[in-house]
């Protein structure tokens, strides 16, 4: 039960949130090319990965930035 109130705190960070919604979009829109829906014909595979790309890394350095915060606090407690 811990582990998951610490992934609840950790998932209302503005920057994992963020780096989650690119990903979210990236794949909708990489579904959307692949099937034939018009609106995402339009769409460039370059703009999909790069969208993709950058949720990877946004949510790489945010759960990072998380988990330094959190044994630097540990620290601070000693």
Known sequence: MKQF?????IWRSPVILMGSIMIVSALFLWI???FPIFY?????PGWILTTLIGGILVLG???M??????VNVKKRLK
């Open 32 to 34: 959307g090319y692949l």
């Open 61 to 63: 350095f945010g759960f």
């Open 40 to 44: 995402f014909q339009e769409t460039e």
């Open 5 to 9: 109130a610490t992934m609840l705190k």
């Open 65 to 70: 930035w998380s988990w330094k915060e959190r």
